[in-house]
C-alpha cells in the first residue's frame, strides 16, 4: 500500500483535532471513504506493532465512526441520483 507511514503519520497528527478530512484530498488525492477504509486496514499491519495501544484504539474508533455514516460527497450523489433531499450531518 502506497503511502504506509505517510498515511499513519497524518492519522496520528490529526486525531487529536477530528481527523484533518479537509487536507486529506490535497495530501493524499484520497476521498475521505477511501482514506478511512486504507487507515483501518493499516491499523490490521504490523507497522502499528510500536505505536501506543490507547491511539490505535482512538483511530480504529475514528475509522469505524466516519466509515458508519455517509460523506458529504456521497450524500450529495445520492441526492443527484434520487432529486431525494437528505439531511446534511452535524
Same mark, same amino acid.
Given at each position: =500500500? ?15 483535532? @477530528? @481527523? +484533518? ?7 493524499? @488525492? ?20 510500536? =505505536? ?30 434520487? +432529486? ?7
Amino acid at each position: =500500500m502506497p503511502y504506509q507511514a505517510e498515511l499513519l503519520d497524518f492519522a496520528v497528527e490529526w486525531a487529536p483535532y @477530528g @481527523g +484533518g478530512d479537509e487536507h486529506v484530498l490535497p495530501t493524499f @488525492g484520497l476521498d475521505l471513504t477511501e482514506y478511512y477504509r486504507r487507515l483501518l486496514h493499516l491499523l490490521d499491519t504490523p507497522v502499528t506493532r510500536s =505505536m501506543d495501544p490507547a491511539t490505535i484504539l482512538q483511530l480504529r474508533q475514528q475509522c469505524s465512526k466516519r466509515l458508519a455514516s455517509p460523506t458529504q460527497d456521497e450524500r450529495i450523489r445520492s441526492v443527484c441520483q434520487t +432529486g431525494h433531499h437528505l439531511p446534511l450531518a452535524p
